[in-house]
């Protein structure tokens, strides 16, 4: 489609993102399922909440605008959530390494969205639409504390847990065939 003004550029990104929030909505229940970490799996299952609010007021702006939210259809966000399933599809996967996988998924769809949203309320600005300026800065201001809470829930412990894990399961994983097993193995190492 051409896009011949920002007020243009401005509705065909709000449906955009408008469509990833749909998106997002249908995948953060699996999402929560798969995770172990209760933590982990209550800060998806609360931002479940705060998307379904986000996606009220993008509708609230659609009406504003009197255009219908429906059209977009967000690819990166359908290749994001692909990729989470890739993950979530691996069967007998550690829990600790799943719990990190979830969080990487779930920040690079909260980064997606702290880009869509900044050049939004931008754009919004520009545009003398201050109240859909207010209300897109207000979703921005969640999607980065939803990011930062995920980063403080992978510091916290699940990469750390994972990372330990892996050592411990080294022996089960290496086949004969590429790794010469020494006694050494298979004592524990006494401090
Ligand atoms: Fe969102
Ligand atoms: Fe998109
Ligand atoms: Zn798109
Ligand atoms: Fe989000």
């Given amino acids: 489609m051409k896009l011949e003004t920002l007020q243009e550029l401005y509705l065909e990104e709000l449906r955009d993102v408008y469509d990833a929030e749909q998106q997002i909505l249908k995948a953060l229940p699996k999402m929560a399922k798969a995770a172990t970490n209760e933590s982990l799996q209550a800060a998806l299952e609360e931002h479940l909440d705060v998307t379904e609010s986000q996606v009220e007021r993008?509708?609230?702006?659609?009406?504003?605008?009197?255009v219908k939210?429906?059209?977009?259809?967000?690819?990166?966000?359908?290749?994001?959530?692909e990729e989470a399933k890739e993950l979530l599809e691996e069967e007998d996967s550690d829990s600790e390494v799943l719990d990190a996988a979830l969080i990487m998924a779930a920040q690079?769809?909260?980064?997606?969205?702290?880009?869509?949203?900044?050049?939004l309320?931008?754009?919004?600005?520009?545009?003398?639409?201050?109240?859909?300026?207010?209300?897109?800065?207000?979703?921005?201001?969640?999607?980065?504390?939803?990011?930062?809470?995920?980063?403080?829930?992978?510091?916290?412990?699940?990469?750390?847990?994972?990372?330990?894990?892996?050592?411990?399961?080294?022996?089960?994983?290496?086949g004969p065939k590429n790794r010469v097993k020494n006694e050494e193995d298979e004592k524990p190492v006494e401090e």
Avoid: W
């Fill in 58 to 66: 993008l509708d609230q702006i659609f009406e504003e605008l009197g």
């Fill in 69 to 81: 939210p429906k059209g977009g259809k967000c690819e990166a966000m359908k290749g994001l959530i």
């Fill in 108 to 119: 690079k769809v909260e980064h997606y969205e702290i880009a869509s949203y900044g050049c």
């Fill in 121 to 174: 309320r931008t754009y919004a600005e520009l545009l003398g639409h201050e109240e859909q300026a207010e209300s897109l800065q207000e979703i921005l201001d969640e999607e980065r504390d939803a990011d930062e809470n995920l980063t403080d829930l992978a510091e916290g412990c699940i990469n750390v847990e994972a990372a330990g894990e892996e050592d411990e399961d080294e022996e089960e994983d290496s």
